[in-house]
């Protein structure tokens, strides 16, 4: 139990277009899904925390603007990156916290790599 | 003084050898510590969590957690080649749905 999966995988785009990621948890209800991107040898950077229902949480220094979260369901979280640049390159990864626990373990999908031309 | 502190190493050990990794934290408030194992272009894999002070077990891996000493350890016995991975601790509090503070992770080599 305990899956998170994450679609595409990869994705390839040209400059000033907009990518859709999406994040579901596939055998348990998330109430809060969390967003983070990782730079090659650096680790895990949180963007923001999604909470179904409700506007989600951003960082400090990172554009709400650019970095669209929509968590329409309990299973569905999903990140918009808008006018993507070469500088949004990177690995973006999501985790769902398991309410069913009663704890805050984390479970994290596959990421998805972000390559902008 | 950055709130989760964790060596990057990287660290290289022949296979069998006994392997332990570490991180020292400066919240006392933090109260869930987790261990997650990254493969290259992967996403995180949670490998063990406690919430109390002293070892837990799971296989190979022994979890340590010293909370007066705001220190916890993984420790790996008879390390395998295919332990080669980036580990990172993670903790917070417990309360589910809350924010998790990352170390920056380990990078383990095991050679056989």
């Known amino acids: 139990g305990a899956v998170v999966s994450q679609h595409p995988s990869r994705v390839i785009c040209k400059s000033g277009t907009s990518v859709k990621i999406e994040c579901r948890s596939l055998?348990?209800?998330?109430?809060?899904m969390f967003w983070y991107r990782q730079f090659p040898k650096q680790s895990l950077m949180l963007m923001a925390t999604s909470n179904e229902g409700s506007k989600a949480t951003y960082e400090q220094g990172v554009e709400k603007d650019k970095f669209l979260i929509n968590h329409a369901s309990l299973t569905l979280s999903t990140l918009t990156v808008t006018s993507a640049h070469p500088e949004d390159s990177s690995f973006y990864i999501c985790?769902?916290?398991?309410?069913?626990?009663?704890?805050?373990?984390?479970?994290f999908g596959p990421g998805t790599r972000l390559t902008v031309l | 003084q950055k709130e989760v502190e964790q060596d990057p190493g990287p660290l290289s050990v022949p296979e069998g050898a006994i392997v332990s990794l570490n991180c020292t934290y400066s919240?006392?408030?933090?109260?869930?510590f987790m261990w997650y194992r990254q493969y290259s272009r992967k996403g995180p894999e949670l490998l063990m969590y406690?919430?109390?002070?002293g070892n837990k077990e799971d296989g190979r891996f022994t979890a340590q957690v010293d909370k007066s000493s705001k220190y916890i350890s993984l420790f790996i016995r008879d390390s395998q080649p295919s332990d080669s991975a980036t580990y990172l601790c993670?903790?917070?509090?417990?309360?589910?749905?809350?924010?998790?503070?990352f170390g920056k992770g380990t990078t383990l080599s095991v050679s056989s």
């Open positions: 055998d348990f209800q998330a109430t809060t």
């Open positions: 919240n006392s408030a933090f109260q869930y």
């Open positions: 993670a903790m917070g509090l417990r309360q589910a749905g809350t924010a998790l503070i």
């Open positions: 406690t919430y109390s002070s």
């Open positions: 985790s769902a916290s398991h309410p069913g626990q009663g704890d805050n373990t984390q479970y």
